[in-house]
């Protein structure tokens, strides 16, 4: 049939000129992130696969028509193969902790405890299987201090006098008196939309409200003046924000430009919670703002119940734009607001199954690796160190926090989820001097926002065989270690 043999004609350069703009297109944002090595294998995909269109439109030649019309078929089967909805089977529900988990257990809580003194000695007595893990950290240099890895007492300095001036200087703000009752009325609805409006306006990248529930919320304060204060659920709704780490300076992780990234950010996060709880303390409504270090209850979760994410195996917030490269903060309050639905992240989960990236460059190999514990399925480790600390004190569930993220789900050992080791993970900031991020950068959902990478969630949440190629892809172009960069 004649229209038959004229298909190819069109149908070929049209392919290829297609195929080698997105290529282009994905090669030049790529130079643009300063990722060389992927711009560069972009650009070799792309005149490769388009040659065998565009081949014969230039040279002026024919292949038989069988040819012709394999090639033709061969991008749209590819196109189906690879973008029909088609999510698999994922075996997942979100978990819940069943009990609140106190603050005094997060390594924050602990680094503050003075060995010798009364508040030491009450702690271990009744944690004594955190006391060998503590020693551990305590023996080394410290944080943001002179002798460690990563010294810089430039960026140091500077990350220091934003966690201990000016943070400190927003600290009580988060509380506030509330002002006579509202009178402009509004809807629960219409306080929603202005709130997670104001929140993007002034800053956040992302913002979602839900019901606070117990274990969105400390049981006992662990730092500061409300040491072992029991914290009260005061209030009915909470709004979750997130803001985004420059994926410039995390690259550098975990040097010291990380770490001032960190400070920038609890800051710019803290900055906005202070501004939406005066915002709603000053229409009648009580209104409290968690921000970094002067924290009631557990960001991580409460952002991921507002439907901003998933708690990835890394035990951070997974967001769907930024993975887990944001910080968080939240207001609690009682105005009548709209819960966000809830968007249970499968596909995150599904892909961290899978990949491991963060576990396999932890350098204190304190990610887990293999399945959830709680599932069915042993757990898979190459690490000695790690398994020997999860075996022997099996005290890890009443402790798990990543420094800096908030505290991941705890207290419950009937819930699945990935365990880290938070004293090892603690132990090498005080080593490294900063708070690494290693982690956060090499993860493949932590790429920049832009249309490609959303080109490439896209594809992993819609369709089972594309996620799985995703992974051995971005081991491909980024490499299954990401080399660490230097920040200019
Ligand atoms: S690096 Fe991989 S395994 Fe780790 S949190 Fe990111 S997607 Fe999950
Ligand atoms: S922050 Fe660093 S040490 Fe801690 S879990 Fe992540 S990669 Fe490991």
Known sequence: MDWIEKIPGIAMPLEGAVLLSFFTAAFLTSMFEKEERPAYLLLLFGFTLSLPFLLPFFAGFSYPQWISLTLVCIPILCLLVLFFPFRGRIDYSMQNPADRFDERDTMFSRRTLVPGSKLFNEYYARRPGNKPLDNKFRKLPGLLKAGTKYYDPIIFAAANSIFDRVIQELHPRVEGEVASPDSSGGTASEHSDILLKMAVDWGAHSAGIAELQDYHVYSHGGRGSRYGQEIK??????????????????????????????????????????????????????????????????????????????????????????????????????????????????????????????????????????????????????????????????????????????????????????????????AYWCLAGTDCGRCMIVCPYAHPDNWFHRFIRFGIRNNAIFRRLAIPMDDLFYGRKPKQRDFR
């Not at 396999?360 to 480790?381: D, K, M, N, R, Y």
Request: overall charge negative; proline content about 7%.
């Open 233 to 426: 659920v005061d209030h009915k709704y909470a709004l979750a924000l997130t803001v985004e780490m420059d994926y410039d300076m995390m690259r550098a992780a975990p040097a010291a430009p990380t770490v001032l990234e960190s400070a920038n950010q609890y800051l710019q996060s803290g900055m906005i919670g202070v501004q939406l709880a005066e915002f709603i303390r000053s229409l009648g409504y009580p209104a409290r703002a968690h921000i970094d270090g002067d924290y009631h209850v557990i960001c991580s979760l409460v952002a991921r119940d507002a439907g901003l994410g998933e708690i990835g195996r890394m035990g951070l917030l997974m967001t769907p734009r930024l993975g887990p490269r944001c910080r968080i903060a939240v207001v609690t309050t009682d105005l009548p607001l709209v819960a966000s639905p809830p968007r249970p992240q499968a596909t995150t989960i599904d892909f961290c199954r899978r990949c491991e990236k963060c576990a396999l460059v932890c350098p204190s190999q304190s990610i887990q690796f293999g399945p959830e514990q709680g599932s069915e399925a042993p757990i898979q480790t190459d690490i000695p160190h790690q398994t020997d600390i999860l075996h022997k004190t099996n005290t890890l569930h009443e402790t798990e926090a990543l420094p800096g993220s908030g505290v991941i789900i705890g207290g419950n050992e009937k819930i699945k989820r990935w365990k880290i080791d938070d004293a090892g993970c603690f």
